[in-house]
């Protein structure tokens, strides 16, 4: 075989490697960018736009002409005293209060259940998860033929009860809440016990070992490596459902449509009603964008708690 | 570590018991959706755990015949919606994978993106009703309100976090040492990425996709509001399925709402594996 | 301070048998070492001893206390993992005191302990570092020191040197052998690295798919292997073997070892003749002459610092001989080798056990 | 046939500087090899001589002619990675084929090439197979076929046996130094075994933080290495470093006598390889005494490890003599057998 002669002549593009990578990253990174500017940075540019007016769809004159409505802060000082917002907003810090714990109790109970290799923990896993998977809407719909008062759930608790149950959940304002909590906790469970599942089984097996074998019993290994080592992990999993259960909508709405009455109105639900009822969308602008501003400041904190993570389970 | 049989035993009681509770929703839609009319809202007494006389009556009144015990058959079918789900997710899903996997690449080869991976996180915390004022606007504007391809595009940009985060998390994974080798066979970069890393990640842009798909298909909030009557998805058509004379037609609903949530279940436990890292943008590896 | 008995000590797993009856027994105060490849059941003897696997059949006495049935925790053991699962959430000073704390000992005792033992081990200054990032050598000393306080009846350690950088593996080897002569602790050492096992154990177990060939001392094991598996497998580079016939020779009875020619007289009495067996010699045992002995060709020359080692011999046997490095030998040459019978180990071909006297 | 030449080359990565000012020229069909600790910028220098970094400062020839501004794949020059870089989703044929049909050779001329590399590497059994299914040992063979099919001037290789265990390391790094006397290309092989280097490679360079500390055949630098820290490098156990004593008669407190004739000026430290270092039983005259530490039989000779105050030295006593821990020995080195260093580490000559 003869060694085909190097061609050495230099070849056209200078260190073209490095540029070269400059530009295709550059280039490949330009869709997302885009998106992001055409859905968000613009989007939220208009909003601020519109929250110092009190345009509306109907005054028949379009946006960008809203200075005409000019009113400054008044939105937002109307929002100080809107007692509905204020409800509604601590309605989702209540419901946020009861569901999270919950769903971070159970999952942590049954991914203790789930550490050790057991028959069937394949299928059960699967099983366990399905919930999340539904659709919320649909998920939605499911309560609340379960909550009907001649529904299954009447219909059991006269089992256990005895005598017929014939409690009204969806219409009484204190059991509609626990109704939607109900759904909640159902849905979003399973991502708790499949986060701190992944957790407890990355604490490292022979540190568990070593332990036992100085004679530390399964709760004083509990206490003293398991949670240390999942610390990061835990407040991820809650971070998560705390910032998805901010959001809840769906299945709320279809179940009660925020109602009886306010009973069960979270802060999406109130936007939602404003937005499409009084249509008052200069004022709706004002309350978004203070919701933006506080969650970009919680988002701040997760995300720093997440990149560590990534650092640690590298 | 074998643990002792009284364990064993309670172990077993506590997740069966729980999952018979976390199926009893699901299974009760899926019992509604197969009886007939006259159990529907069966109550007391005679309610019916199982459909006494199973029937796919509710299907096919779903999709335009008019059963007999219904006086009118419904105007709008099921198909419509059914349809827009499909092609808003779909779609979604492709402007999604496309521009969060090029992202990711160029990020993770190149670090190129500046401040974006940030912005992608907090674009998915933000609640969608924040954003969604201007976006009615723009599309109003942009006549892209009740169509199935304006809804496309704000599912992808929504997911496209999810997209970028988990195809990341996969580049990451992959040694750098396979490009370096195909750069010394003459390659140039455009080239390793479409011969070499494309072709390798096929599974990791499977599973992304499947995640992200779910994610679309299970939207509701944003089909409300941008959706009217021609391409309502399935979701807001269920909440529509109502007619004065029956009230709330429970069979009927119950079907839709079956043939909603299968997909999402099975691709879900097909991808299982990879749902922590996605769930928690590629901060956890199962 | 304890013996170790084992006896007719089996494992199954399903139709698998990782270990097949073995027997031994360790002295109190003795370094073990369980040698053998992977998967020869070197790690299932040592998770039996530890009772994080039951035993199929068999016994394990620790003096005369019966461990059947007694669980991990109360077995006394003291464990060294193979990265030394030091719990690097925590500090020095809790890692060592950890065992104390978790069996309710006093906080003044426990106090008095970790400072004795932290003295003894020389990690004084750095007892309220956190533990993540020490050394490697510092991790041997700590994770040995968190078990020692809690004066375990026995020491197991599981390849505690596997994953340690080359260079500084002598190091740690001298250090762990003086450390277990301090405690004066009965010690069993996992390890598939033939060098560790010489240079630290009192003795060798060496073991291959789940049987117990032979126990001997170092020099023992190494001098008179019982099998072609323990002869090839000790020593770097391991023992020559050459497959040959015993024939009759007017010297008295030799081996006729095909190309490589017929050797000098066997040191074995009452042979009979014509019988396959396997002719083995060690390769520092080699010495190059210029008169009678196995002529054969240099394959490779590697000059290693203070050694060379031939590579000699042809396509499907190839023979190695270890020498000072100014041997003025080059590739391609023909050397001839000349062994001291003494230094001649004989095998039955078939089962490869050694052959010592007539058998 | 290609030789490669270094020329005060220097390459930075933001902050540090990997490799610092070096220099060297590696003659046609020789086996070089870069050996040093990890971290000592062994891999940067082959990814320079293969055109996946560029450099700094300094050129890079090969065959006498510049490249730095020539492209990896012009440069002809081919290399097994550390984890061999296989293309997971290609079987080993087409991992083979690759350097060839991205040149877009003919046909006829790919299935020739490839037909020889597999015989002479043994693969031609295992072709259809894809890497995930081979073991260690052929998807090593499958990657060094993949970069000797395109013929290259020179191949390099990222320390491709240190994944293997002890007694398959020993047989492999053989048959490498067989296989590129065979081919007779020229090799650059990077290592941080010190053994695995004395024994495939012609010529060493030692490097230390990114810069070359000597160049030499193994035995040269063995037997008379240029500082401290290379006499470190060589040799299991590692040479001796010990203070002389004043007057430079003698080292250990006086336990070590020394012919003053033979310690050259200036000299701050004496470095005795363990195999020099003669260790007999203390005799009842000898007031010099040393307590010996550890005794570690490794079969053909035995590592006494030997403590006098803080200082711990060895010794490497040929066969199994019978000395005891605790014991008490004395001392001396064979004439000639020791090296002298200056307390900058430079070594001095008698």
Redesign the interface.
């Known amino acids: 075989m003869t060694a085909a002669a190097i061609d050495t002549s230099p070849t056209p593009i200078e260190h073209e490697d490095v540029r070269d990578s400059r530009k295709l990253g550059f280039w490949l990174t330009l869709p997302a960018q885009l998106l992001v500017l055409f859905i968000a940075v613009f989007p939220i540019l208009m909003q601020v736009y519109i929250s110092l007016t009190d345009w509306s769809p109907l005054d028949g004159i379009d946006w960008w002409q809203a200075h005409q409505l000019w009113n400054s802060f008044a939105n937002y000082t109307d929002l100080l005293d809107d007692d509905r917002f204020w409800s509604a907003l601590g309605r989702t810090a209540l419901v946020m209060a009861i569901c999270v714990p919950c769903e971070f109790l159970l999952g942590l109970g049954l991914a203790i259940l789930f550490v050790d290799n057991f028959p069937g923990r394949r299928f059960l896993y699967s099983v366990l998860l399905v919930p999340m998977m539904v659709v919320p809407a649909v998920a939605g719909y499911m309560f609340f033929m379960l909550f009907q008062s001649g529904g299954p759930v009447n219909d059991l608790l006269s089992f256990f009860a005895g005598s017929p149950v014939r409690i009204a959940w969806l219409s009484d304002p204190n059991l509609a809440l626990f109704a939607v909590i109900v759904s909640d906790v159902w849905q979003w469970t399973p991502l708790m016990f499949l986060i701190l599942l992944a957790g407890l089984v990355g604490v490292p097996e022979d540190q568990l070992r070593a332990a036992t074998l100085l004679g530390a019993s399964w709760t004083t290994r509990f206490v003293t490596i398991v949670l240390p080592r999942m610390k990061t992990i835990i407040i991820i999993a809650l971070a998560i459902r705390v910032i998805e259960n901010f959001k809840v909508f769906d299945n709320f709405y279809i179940m009660t449509g925020g109602g009886p009455g306010v009973a069960t109105e979270t802060i999406s639900i109130y936007i939602y009603k404003v937005t499409q009822q009084e249509l008052i969308w200069g004022y709706v602008a004002a309350v978004a964008l203070v919701i933006l501003i506080t969650l970009s400041i919680v988002s701040a904190y997760a995300i720093k708690r997440m990149s560590q993570s990534r650092e640690t389970s590298q | 570590m074998n643990r002792s049989l009284p364990f064993e035993i309670f172990r077993y009681a506590a997740i069966l018991s729980l999952v018979a509770l976390s199926l009893i929703p699901t299974l009760w839609m899926a019992s509604m959706a197969f009886k007939p009319i006259a159990e529907w809202s069966a109550t007391g007494a005679d309610l019916t755990w199982w459909p006494n006389s199973p029937t796919l009556d509710n299907f096919r009144f779903l999709f335009g015949q008019s059963s007999s015990e219904l006086i009118v058959a419904l105007d709008r079918t099921a198909g419509q919606p059914i349809l827009s789900s499909l092609l808003s997710a779909v779609f979604g899903t492709l402007i999604a994978m496309i521009s969060g996997t090029s992202a990711a690449y160029g990020l993770s080869r190149f670090g190129s993106g500046g401040n974006l991976p940030l912005a992608l996180i907090q674009l998915r915390i933000f609640p969608p009703m924040a954003v969604m004022i201007p976006v009615m606007i723009m599309w109003a504007y942009l006549g892209l309100i009740d169509t199935w391809y304006g809804l496309a595009l704000v599912y992808g940009i929504v997911t496209m976090p999810f997209a970028f985060w988990l195809m990341k998390t996969f580049f990451d994974d992959m040694p750098r040492e396979i490009e370096d080798a195909a750069l010394v066979e003459g390659c140039s970069r455009l080239r390793v990425f479409w011969k070499i890393t494309l072709p390798m990640m096929r599974p990791a842009l499977a599973s992304s996709a499947l995640f992200v798909f779910i994610l679309n298909w299970s939207d509701y909030l944003i089909a409300l509001l941008l959706t009217t009557r021609d391409w309502v998805t399935i979701p807001v058509y269920m909440a529509s399925l109502s007619s004065s004379m029956t009230g709330q037609l429970y069979g009927a609903k119950a079907a839709l709402g079956l043939i909603a949530a299968v997909p999402p279940v099975i691709l879900g436990i097909a991808i299982q594996k990879h749902l922590v890292r996605g769930l928690t943008f590629g901060a956890l590896k199962q | 301070m304890t013996a170790i008995h084992l006896e007719n000590l089996s494992k199954s797993f399903g139709s698998f048998t990782a270990l097949k009856d073995m027997n031994l027994e360790i002295a109190d105060g003795e370094f073990v070492a369980l040698l053998g490849p992977s998967g020869c059941g070197k790690s299932t003897t040592m998770n039996m001893i530890s009772g994080l696997l039951d035993p199929s059949e068999g016994s394990i006495r620790f003096g005369d206390r019966d461990m059947r049935g007694v669980p991990m925790g109360k077995r006394g053991v003291g464990f060294v993992f193979q990265n030394y699962a030091i719990f690097t959430h925590m500090s020095v000073y809790d890692n060592l005191a950890y065992g104390l704390k978790a069996t309710g000992v006093a906080r003044s005792e426990r106090d008095r302990r970790v400072k004795d033992m932290a003295e003894f081990l020389h990690l004084t200054p750095m007892l309220n570092k956190p533990s993540a990032g020490l050394s490697v050598n510092i991790l041997q000393r700590l994770a040995i020191g968190r078990s020692a306080i809690m004066e375990p009846a026995i020491f197991l350690l599981d390849e505690p040197l596997s994953n340690v950088d080359a260079a500084f593996r002598a190091v740690m080897r001298t250090e762990l052998k003086h450390l277990q002569r301090q405690f004066r602790q009965t010690m069993v050492y996992v390890t598939h690295d033939q060098l560790e096992a010489m240079t630290m154990a009192d003795r060798i177990a060496v073991m291959d798919h789940g049987k117990l060939l032979q126990v001997g001392t170092p020099i023992d094991v190494y001098n008179n292997p019982s099998n072609v598996f323990v002869a090839g497998f000790l020593g770097s580079p391991g023992m020559n073997l050459l497959p040959g016939r015993t024939i009759a020779a007017p010297a008295g009875l030799c081996a006729d070892l095909g190309s490589f020619g017929i050797s000098a007289p066997l040191p074995v009495a009452g042979l009979s003749e014509d019988r396959a067996i396997v002719y083995g010699f060690r390769p520092e045992h080699c010495e190059l002459t210029s008169g009678e002995g196995i002529r054969l060709p240099v394959t490779f020359v590697e000059r290693i610092g203070a050694r060379t080692i031939l590579h000699m011999g042809n396509k499907e046997t190839s023979l190695r001989g270890v020498f000072d490095n100014d041997v003025p030998v080059r590739t391609g040459e023909n050397v001839t080798l000349s062994i001291d019978p003494a230094n001649i180990r004989l095998f039955d071909a078939k089962t490869g056990d050694a052959l010592t006297e007539a058998r | 046939?290609?030789s490669i030449a270094f020329n005060n080359v220097t390459k930075r990565f933001s902050e540090t500087v990997a490799v610092n000012n070096v220099s060297f020229e590696i003659a046609d069909s020789e086996f070089f090899c870069l050996f040093g600790?990890?971290l000592s910028g062994k891999s940067t220098i082959l990814?320079l001589i293969?055109?996946?970094e560029?450099p700094d400062e300094g050129e890079i020839l090969?065959?006498g002619?510049?490249?730095n501004?020539?492209?990896?794949?012009?440069?002809?020059v081919?290399?097994v990675?550390?984890?061999l870089?296989?293309?997971?989703?290609m079987s080993a044929e087409q991992n083979v084929r690759?350097?060839l049909a991205?040149?877009r050779m003919a046909e006829s001329e790919i299935a020739s090439?490839v037909a020889?590399v597999s015989g002479k590497l043994h693969i031609g059994h295992i072709l259809h197979k894809s890497p995930a299914q081979l073991s260690g040992g052929e998807r090593q063979r499958v990657a060094i076929a993949?970069a000797l099919v395109?013929?290259p001037?020179a191949y390099l290789m990222d320390d491709p046996i240190s994944a293997l265990?002890?007694?398959l390391r020993?047989e492999t790094r053989?048959e490498l130094?067989?296989i590129q006397n065979e081919l007779g290309r020229t090799m650059v092989y990077v290592t941080?075994?010190?053994?695995e280097a004395?024994?495939v490679a012609d010529r060493i360079a030692v490097l230390e933080a990114g810069s070359i500390r000597q160049i030499g055949a193994?035995?040269d630098i063995?037997d008379n290495p240029n500082s401290s820290y290379v006499a470190g490098m060589?040799?299991?156990?590692?040479m001796n470093l010990l203070a002389l004593d004043a007057g430079n008669s003698s080292a250990l407190d006086g336990a070590l006598a020394l012919d003053q004739a033979h310690v050259p000026q200036g000299a701050s430290q004496i470095g005795i390889?363990?195999?020099d270092l003669i260790v007999t039983p203390a005799a009842a005259s000898d007031e010099t005494r040393v307590r010996v530490?550890?005794v570690?039989?490794?079969?053909?000779?035995t590592?006494v490890?030997l403590q006098t105050g803080e200082t711990s030295l060895r010794a490497?006593v040929?066969g199994?003599p019978k000395i005891e821990?605790d014991s008490e020995v004395s001392l001396s080195v064979a004439a000639g057998q020791a090296c002298f260093f200056a307390s900058n580490g430079e070594a001095l000559r008698a």
Request: no cysteine.
């Open positions: 046939m290609a600790p990890p990814k293969l055109g996946l560029k090969i065959d002619k510049p490249v501004h020539v492209s990896p794949a012009r440069r002809n081919a290399m990675f550390q984890n870089a296989l293309f997971p989703h690759f350097p991205e040149r090439r020889e993949r395109r013929d001037v265990d002890a007694r020993e053989v130094k067989r941080h075994d010190q053994e004395m024994s193994p035995s063995y060589l040799g299991a156990p590692a390889r363990p195999e530490f550890e570690e039989p490794l079969g053909g000779v590592v490890t490497m040929r199994q821990p």
